[in-house]
């Protein structure tokens, strides 16, 4: 007999501790997030300085470190349900059409390489514009910067799920007729759901590397004057202890950013990671699982797996609505099913072709004049060239932080993936360091290269490591999960030993894997010298390196708009990270993926 809310005893339906302790924790919930909700908004002139003013500077009060940890959080998870919608809709567009994939794909390379803040000097004036009297437009702003440090790389998830959905999956979803709004929820959604999951994750530990640098929206009043607004948050806390020298705020911040990601992924993340575990398409039981004894306690109040029912049962009834059911009562029609199936003519590629090779000539017109064109202090060739060369010292910092990441992290992820125990045991503590934000460690990395007279070129890599080498750590750890028990088998029967095991066995098994998360990490690097290459510590102590991440920082903080700068700095950031990507990456990932993969 099937459970629902009608059949349980009645004995069941009287409250329990278990009921009371899951509504306290979910009223309360609802609480804080109404409370900080009602909190965001304000009255503000964007065109008058002395109104902006009045937000350029908040308490550092550490008894109000909890409220700005509340107003981080429900701007970061705003940002995230904005980056799920995003990546439904895009990276289902991307993986079910050859001409849209041809285009997005492309586009989200250079995307997740473009630093926050040349999102935010671009883009802040429209969002001004949308509440030119309400403090929501600056909130939306923020919510926008914190969205492009999460959206692509769940996108990409997404779309890599879909692209490898099991062909057999794929019959039994046209056996049994289903819609495409069907097989979108029933098929495609759950199946790419465990991935999409851990890049979450993933993607909010990126959220807090750049939420430092996205709290504070520079507003443009001329040319030549400016003012900032620092929303109260605990990236705005942590930017103003660094400006005062404050080495107690600064650790205060450290602390409460740590619980307060210490509680979304015990109370978030682990029983969602778990309810996805459902969803695994595998022959073999797991050899482990993930716990959540925060689920567990959920479950055994009969008050929400009452109303869990009752929802479950809305979204059946949303996901098999009659309009977007096919009508099986229409026969088959076979001219009509080849038309579909039928390619493309040449005269209808040439045209897409056309638009394509037209849009692209469009753009780069417009960001040409955007540039070089209407500025009051036109740029010079010489400006220019100077920034290309900035390009090019960052570019081979990328390179080193790769090299030294991949000979550390990878014998160690390989280790800890072939041990299914152990990575259960760290990967929580591996994604509380990846969370970690770099920029609490200015004061530190400050003190240190002015008192050891250090060269800051070099000491800036160390910033930037720390905030990308994740990237590869957490891929590789997944493909040495990922081995089949069989090929482990295989290697036992051959007696491979030492060295011969490594290279013969452990590295190519894993190739693929690191292959992605190298590329995710060198997009990441890019990413982060924005806030790696310029430290500010002190109001008049800037520590800067010759780099193209420090450019667009320093003419980011500069007095009066500097838009056509930061357009120039990031437009070659994108330059540089095409040519990359084309020339090396992409090529190594097709060999990877041809050479290595294990797929049949």
């Known amino acids: 007999m099937e459970k629902s809310f009608y059949n349980i005893p009645a004995t069941r339906l009287l409250p329990s501790r278990w009921d009371l302790f899951s509504l306290f924790l979910v009223l309360s919930i609802v609480f804080v997030v109404a409370w900080v909700c009602s909190s965001l908004g304000g009255v503000v002139d964007y065109r008058s300085s002395q109104s902006v003013a009045q937000y350029q500077h908040i308490s550092m009060d550490l008894w109000n470190l909890p409220g700005y940890a509340a ?156 003012g900032a607004i620092n929303l109260p948050g605990i990236g705005t806390f942590i930017d103003q202890a660094n400006n005062d020298r404050n080495f107690t705020a600064v650790i205060a911040a450290i602390i409460v950013m740590l619980l307060v990601i210490v509680l979304y992924d015990q109370l978030i993340f682990r029983p969602i990671v778990k309810w996805s575990e459902k969803f695994v398409v595998s022959e073999m039981q797991q050899e482990t699982g993930s716990n959540s004894w925060f689920l567990k306690l959920l479950q055994r109040s009969t008050i929400l797996q009452s109303f869990s029912y009752f929802m479950t049962l809305q979204a059946n009834r949303l996901v098999n609505i009659s309009w977007f059911k096919k009508d099986l009562d229409k026969s088959y029609n076979q001219a009509v099913h080849q038309k579909i199936g039928k390619g493309d003519s040449r005269l209808q590629a040439a045209i897409w072709q056309l638009c394509v090779v037209m849009s692209i000539a469009l753009f780069l017109y417009l960001a040409w004049r955007f540039i070089y064109v209407n500025t009051q202090e036109p740029i010079t060739f010489q400006e220019t060239a100077k920034v290309f060369g900035y390009g090019v010292l960052t570019a081979l910092r990328v390179f080193v932080i790769i090299v030294i990441a991949s000979m550390i992290w990878v014998p160690v992820g390989i280790w800890i993936g072939l041990r299914p125990a152990v990575a259960e045991r760290v990967q929580p503590y591996a994604q509380i360091f990846a969370a970690f934000p770099v920029n609490v460690l200015y004061g530190l990395l400050g003190t240190v290269v002015i008192a050891f007279n250090l060269n800051f070129n070099i000491w800036c890599i160390v910033l930037m490591a720390l905030g990308t080498q994740w990237y590869i750590v957490f891929n590789v750890i997944a493909g040495a999960s990922a081995i089949p028990h069989e090929l482990k088998m295989a290697a036992k029967n051959m007696q491979l030993k030492g060295m011969v095991k490594w290279f013969k066995f452990l590295f190519p098994a894993v190739m693929p894997f690191y292959v992605t998360g190298a590329i995710t990490a060198a997009g990441g690097a890019w990413n982060a010298s924005i806030v790696c290459e310029y430290i500010n510590w002190g109001k008049d102590s800037v520590i800067m390196a010759s780099g193209i991440g420090a450019y667009i920082s320093q003419q980011y903080n500069a007095p009066g708009d500097h838009t056509a700068n930061i357009a120039l700095g990031v437009a070659v950031m994108c330059i540089l990270v095409v040519l990359t990507n084309k020339l090396f990456w992409r090529r190594l990932y097709n060999y990877a993926e041809k050479r290595f993969s294990m797929n049949m």
């Open 71 to 226: 107003n981080t959080t429900v701007r970061m998870f705003m940002a995230l349900l904005c980056s799920f919608i995003f990546s439904f809709a895009i990276g289902a567009w991307a993986a079910k059409s050859r001409r849209a994939e041809s285009i997005i794909i492309p586009i989200i390379d250079i995307l997740q390489s473009i630093p926050i803040l040349g999102f935010l000097a671009i883009t802040v004036t429209g969002f001004l514009a949308i509440f030119p009297y309400s403090l929501w437009g600056a909130q939306l702003a923020v919510t926008f910067g914190l969205f492009t440090a999460q959206a692509w790389n769940m996108m990409l998830s997404f779309y890599q799920s879909l692209k490898t959905i099991p062909k057999e999956l794929r019959e039994a979803a046209d056996m049994y007729q289903l819609s495409g709004w069907q097989r979108f929820w029933k098929l495609e959604v759950p199946f790419s759901m465990p991935g999409l999951i851990w890049n979450t994750m993933m993607s909010m530990s990126a959220s807090w590397f750049m939420v430092v640098a996205s709290e504070s929206i520079v507003v443009n009043f001329s040319a030549s004057t400016s």
